[in-house]
């Protein structure tokens, strides 16, 4: 029967035990140490124990952890999540995981080493990565700042550096707009560290990894499932949102600017469905004469590239019922985009079906709300515009600036809207599709212990009366 034993070495514990030599005949002793207190020391050799004593015991090899997750784990992750997962993930082990943990063998990665990975993570500062990529004279930024702090836009910056530098004569307001992108990028390194949600999410990302090593045959064990990520905060953060008057008051000045896209806003704050969902709906969704919108595609952006797929993490449509002011709105807007399209005038219909496709050209997609050309608006750059139109309606209103809010706060900003007037939690769950009522009621109990302290309050008067 095989036997084994524990010990401390300096501030950790480890395991021993011994195995027959397939090769020699002879007993080897094996050990792994990094374990943080004697429980998990002992848990982990009983489970090795075990392993020997069935046949399944690993011998221990020069297998990296970074040479798993990229060699292995990734490529297989195509077959089993949705693309932006992969994404995401793969980002997540590229800049923060494989740096720090990918050089140590994965059969010896332990709850340690992963503990002390996530206080680092915590504590360290981590500088974004980013590539300058600059490619003008260094005065064409420099005008870029100024006249961007003056509320230029990229195409009147574009020719003004054109007038100044005729070095610059090729550059376009394409080219403005995508020197602005990266210098949003610049980060105080200070400030760079990562927040307790994001180590908990490299952690389950780190689990599952090595939950799909097991079931591979690589390990035995999974070191995450001992390991002890970061605690999550008591209280929630408090979200930022627009009042009702707020939410009126800047969708009322992007429509008096014309901004091309304050019809794509409206419909966010109005339906209270995702970004995604709202850039794939279709005019063919949409029945007028029952007021209801079926949300059938979710556009999605993986690695800056636009991917379609269906609707939710089922797949199944959601249908919800519109309101007599957003279907003007609609009305109105399909109007305009069929007399835009005539306008259009020789201009060629592009019949691609890649989301992306580069060709000129209307794009005739049916899309509620599209680029000027009928294409897929990108995710990334509907929620920057969103975040500009903010700096433009401040800039416009310096005595009563909005506070600076998310897109995703228009739909949070619908369903407290809905609680405070007093509509069912069962009916906002049905209109924001989530899984249950308690997932609706823990994300909104800013608005319920209000609500509640209300209600106590008047069914106390009923009782012992009003004073």
Not at 11 to 32: F, L, M, N
Not at 61 to 67: A, F, N, P, Q
Not at 80 to 101: D, I, W
Not at 354 to 383: A, I, K, M, S, W
Request: glycine letters at 6%; a positive charge.
């Amino acid at each position: 029967m095989a036997r084994g034993s524990i010990g401390k070495r300096g501030s950790s514990w480890y395991y021993a035990h011994r195995i027959d030599d397939p090769e020699t005949g002879s007993r080897r002793q094996k050990w792994q140490g990094g374990f943080a207190t004697k429980k998990d020391a002992d848990r982990a050799l009983r489970e090795a124990l075990a392993a020997v004593e069935t046949g399944i015991w690993i011998e221990p090899s020069k297998l990296t952890y970074s040479d798993y997750v990229e060699q292995v784990w990734l490529p297989a992750l195509e077959r089993q999540v949705e693309s932006s997962t992969q994404e995401s993930y793969s980002r997540n082990m590229r800049l923060h995981v494989l740096p720090k943990v990918g050089g140590l063998r994965l059969q010896r990665l332990t709850p340690n080493h992963l503990n002390e990975f996530y206080r680092q993570l915590l504590e360290e500062p981590k500088p974004i990565p980013r590539k300058t990529n600059r490619r003008h004279d260094s005065q064409v930024y420099a005008v870029i700042d100024a006249l961007r702090q003056q509320r230029w836009s990229y195409g009147a910056i574009a020719m003004e550096i054109q007038r100044r530098m005729p070095s610059e004569d090729h550059i376009t307001r394409h080219a403005v707009a995508r020197i602005v992108a990266r210098s949003m990028l610049r980060v105080d390194v200070a400030s760079s560290t990562l927040s307790v949600r994001t180590v908990r999410y490299i952690h389950t990302i780190i689990s599952k990894s090595l939950r799909d090593a097991i079931r591979l045959g690589i390990v035995n064990q999974n070191a995450a499932a001992n390991a002890s990520p970061p605690r999550p905060p008591k209280t929630r953060p408090e979200r930022k949102l627009w009042t009702a008057d707020q939410t009126r008051y800047f969708l009322q000045w992007s429509r008096e600017v014309d901004h091309p896209l304050w019809e794509a806003w409206a419909f966010v704050a109005t339906s209270g469905d995702r970004r995604g969902a709202n850039l794939g709906l279709r005019w063919q969704d949409i029945d007028f004469d029952s007021g209801t919108a079926s949300l059938i595609w979710t556009v999605t952006s993986v690695s800056h590239k636009i991917v379609v797929k269906p609707y939710g993490k089922t797949g199944k449509p959601h249908e919800i019922i519109l309101d007599k002011s957003t279907l003007a709105m609609l009305r109105s807007l399909k109007a305009r985009q069929a007399q835009e399209q005539i306008g259009l005038g020789s201009r060629h219909v592009c019949t691609s079906s890649r989301p992306d496709c580069p060709e000129p050209g209307y794009h005739n997609r049916d899309l509620v709300f599209c680029r000027p050309d009928g294409n897929y608006l990108q995710p990334e750059r509907f929620t920057r515009e969103f975040q500009r139109g903010q700096e433009r309606y401040n800039a416009a209103h310096p005595n009563e600036p909005l506070p600076k809010v998310n897109l995703h706060a228009l739909r949070h900003g619908w369903a407290t809207l809905a609680l405070e007037a007093g509509v069912p939690m069962k009916v906002i769950q049905d209109r924001l599709n989530h899984a249950s009522e308690r997932i609706t009621a823990d994300i909104y109990t800013h608005v319920r212990r209000p609500m509640q302290s209300d209600a106590a309050d008047r069914v106390a008067a009923l009782i012992f009366g009003s004073n």
